[in-house]
């Protein structure tokens, strides 16, 4: 394994979550894919990218170590260009090793049979068009409670000074079934529930209130913006890698589909 790249505070990376919202923001020219196109100018280039994406969802904490992850189209419904994009950046076998290095081997270990899912590409290909980063998944073990996932972020906070972008992709509210019954519409209303919950987790962010963040999904407002955590929980692994002095910045902000909230939390 190499050695972990020293880096002055100054030198420090950025941790970010980003709403990704529907796959088709990859192929779009709207404001959300023109968004991540300003994401990826406005932070230093990283060495490496770690992503945890909401579509990795397990039982098991794993790491990609392919050298040439595929790029993964898990969804469906969708135009055959949307199919037939690919997203070819290199892996990079040794973070994954100090992945697991930081979280342990009895939590972590490498798996080689996934790549760059949705969550993960259809960002890094506006942000990052060149593909020329390299790029690590890390899952998201189902069986943990939140807390636990914050835990792990913390764990993962060295990477920043190696120069090592963390990036969360999710969403801040993900009900699929009110906007399937909003009928898939760009205009329809944003409910409150969606419109509170974005603003509670954005006032906690704030605060790096993370003992919040973590219980947050379980509130009423939370598991109606959740039915399922998935999508909630990469930002917890981007709130524990966050220090108590990080700036705290929402790059974007809005909802898409009415109740899909389309946050990016900048720390640092």
């Given at each position: 394994?190499?050695?972990?790249?020293?880096?002055?505070?100054?030198?420090?990376?950025?941790?970010?979550?980003?709403?990704?919202?529907?796959?088709?923001?990859?192929?779009?020219?709207?404001?959300?894919?023109?968004?991540?196109?300003?994401?990826?100018?406005?932070?230093?280039?990283?060495?490496?990218?770690?992503?945890?994406?909401?579509?990795?969802?397990?039982?098991?904490?794993?790491?990609?170590?392919?050298?040439?992850?595929?790029?993964?189209?898990?969804?469906?419904?969708?135009?055959?260009?949307?199919?037939?994009?690919?997203?070819?950046?290199?892996?990079?076998?040794?973070?994954?090793?100090?992945v697991v290095a930081l979280l342990g081997a009895a939590t972590a270990s490498l798996r080689g049979d996934w790549g760059l899912?949705?969550?993960?590409?259809?960002?890094?290909?506006?942000?990052?068009?060149?593909?020329?980063?390299?790029?690590?998944?890390?899952?998201?073990?189902s069986r943990l409670p939140p807390s636990g996932h914050l835990l792990l972020g913390q764990a993962l906070a060295p990477l920043?000074?190696?120069?090592?972008?963390?990036?969360?992709?999710?969403?801040?509210?993900?009900?699929?079934?009110?906007?399937?019954?909003?009928?898939?519409?760009?205009?329809?209303?944003?409910?409150?529930?969606?419109?509170?919950?974005?603003?509670?987790?954005?006032?906690?962010?704030?605060?790096?209130?993370?003992?919040?963040?973590?219980?947050?999904?379980?509130?009423?407002?939370?598991?109606?913006?959740?039915?399922?955590?998935?999508?909630?929980?990469?930002?917890?692994?981007?709130?524990?890698?966050?220090?108590?002095?990080?700036?705290?910045?929402?790059?974007?902000?809005?909802?898409?589909?009415?109740?899909?909230?389309?946050?990016?939390?900048?720390?640092?």
């Amino acid at each position: 394994m190499s050695e972990p790249t020293s880096a002055s505070p100054a030198a420090r990376m950025p941790v970010l979550f980003v709403g990704h919202g529907s796959p088709m923001n990859a192929i779009a020219d709207n404001r959300f894919s023109r968004a991540f196109q300003a994401l990826g100018k406005a932070v230093p280039r990283p060495r490496a990218i770690l992503s945890v994406s909401a579509h990795w969802f397990v039982p098991g904490t794993f790491l990609t170590d392919n050298l040439r992850p595929p790029t993964i189209h898990d969804f469906g419904g969708f135009p055959q260009s949307l199919f037939d994009m690919q997203y070819p950046a290199p892996g990079d076998p040794d973070l994954a090793r100090r992945v697991v290095a930081l979280l342990g081997a009895a939590t972590a270990s490498l798996r080689g049979d996934w790549g760059l899912d949705h969550g993960t590409w259809t960002v890094l290909h506006h942000a990052f068009p060149g593909a020329d980063v390299p790029v690590v998944q890390l899952s998201i073990d189902s069986r943990l409670p939140p807390s636990g996932h914050l835990l792990l972020g913390q764990a993962l906070a060295p990477l920043r000074d190696e120069g090592v972008l963390i990036l969360g992709s999710g969403n801040i509210t993900h009900n699929l079934a009110h906007v399937f019954s909003q009928g898939f519409r760009d205009d329809a209303p944003t409910p409150d529930w969606a419109d509170a919950f974005d603003a509670d987790v954005a006032r906690a962010c704030e605060r790096h209130d993370g003992a919040h963040l973590a219980r947050a999904i379980d509130l009423e407002d939370g598991r109606m913006s959740h039915p399922t955590p998935d999508h909630y929980l990469p930002l917890l692994y981007v709130a524990g890698a966050a220090a108590p002095g990080d700036a705290v910045t929402f790059p974007i902000t809005g909802f898409d589909l009415g109740s899909l909230s389309m946050r990016a939390v900048r720390f640092g």
